[in-house]
């Protein structure tokens, strides 16, 4: 029982940071999933028959809230639903000594393109594309991009598609978030449907799954009021340096790190140490950014005029 609350408590949180990022409950669970011993494609599975329940509440918490454009969710829901059930047959097929590294891998570099995003950056950027960012010529290859790397990483569908969206499109982060949010519902009904191909979905813990699922969809409307009001840097980098880290051990494990010498520990240990630093140093710049300046004194007013 204590692990399920555990596993509910996850699913909600991830929600949270997902609805405010436009990402981060997929590679979040799956990456928990992972540490725990689950099987990559049962991982992947898990946590997208659970996205069943928490993409529709998603979509409809963002949509009642006015965060949905739906031109964009119709070009990027169909070669995203492709590219999810191409992916989840792929990752069923191959044998889990195969899998689990490919998965540690991608979910790894997931981590640190969300790390290096919100970590990296002072804000987003102001200035927008052209609007070719939203014709389907761009926004199809994006989507099925997206729905592939989501269904063989366990997530990715937000960190691929949310992430260059905010970055090149000429509409609203919240916009952005809501509609990447709403078409994901499609991206999971297909790639949990290429799963059941593939495995059949005998194996899965429908506990887990329904422990993730109830947390998410609890909070998803209170996600779609937070869009793009959150300290976003701070959240990416927390989750983004969580995923790292959660991955980390697996991929340097296969590199054959420990047989050469190396201590693992500490190279986990280095690198929460420069995660914590990222953290810290987003905190102190959304701090700046939010500090109001003082009002000008009277003698300041003054020499600005003089001079002027």
């Known amino acids: 029982m204590t692990t399920l609350v555990l596993v509910l408590l996850v699913g909600a949180a991830a929600q949270l940071v997902d609805g405010s990022l436009g990402m981060g409950y997929g590679v979040t669970s799956a990456s928990l999933l992972l540490s725990t011993g689950v099987a990559p494609a049962l991982a992947s599975a898990s946590v997208n028959v659970a996205q069943l329940g928490t993409t529709l509440s998603s979509g409809i918490s963002h949509w009642r809230v006015g965060n949905v454009d739906w031109r964009i969710v119709r070009r990027l829901a169909g070669p995203g639903a492709v590219g999810g059930f191409v992916g989840a047959t792929v990752l069923s097929g191959l044998d889990t000594a195969v899998a689990r590294p490919v998965m540690a891998w991608l979910l790894l570099v997931l981590g640190v393109a969300v790390t290096v995003r919100f970590g990296l950056r002072h804000s987003p950027r102001l200035e927008r594309s052209p609007r070719w960012t939203a014709r389907r010529r761009f926004l199809g290859p994006l989507g099925a991009g997206g729905g592939f790397v989501n269904a063989t990483g366990g997530g990715g569908w937000g960190p691929v598609v949310t992430s260059t969206l905010l970055a090149t499109a000429d509409a609203e982060p919240r916009r952005v978030i809501g509609s990447v949010a709403t078409s994901e ?124």
């Open 185 to 308: 519902f499609v991206v999971s009904v297909a790639a949990s449907a290429g799963f059941v191909v593939g495995l059949g979905l005998r194996d899965l813990d429908w506990w887990t799954v329904g422990a993730l699922m109830a947390g998410g969809v609890v909070a998803a409307p209170f996600a779609a009021l937070l869009a793009g009001k959150l300290p976003q840097a701070v959240l990416g980098v927390a989750v983004g340096g969580l995923i790292v880290l959660l991955n980390l051990a697996p991929v340097l494990s296969g590199l054959g790190v420990a047989q050469a010498g190396v201590s693992v520990p500490t190279l986990l240990a280095v690198v929460a140490a420069v995660w914590v630093s990222l953290l810290v140093r987003a905190a102190l710049v959304v701090r700046r950014v939010r500090t109001p300046r003082p009002a000008p004194t009277g003698e300041e007013r003054a020499s600005v005029g003089t001079a002027s």
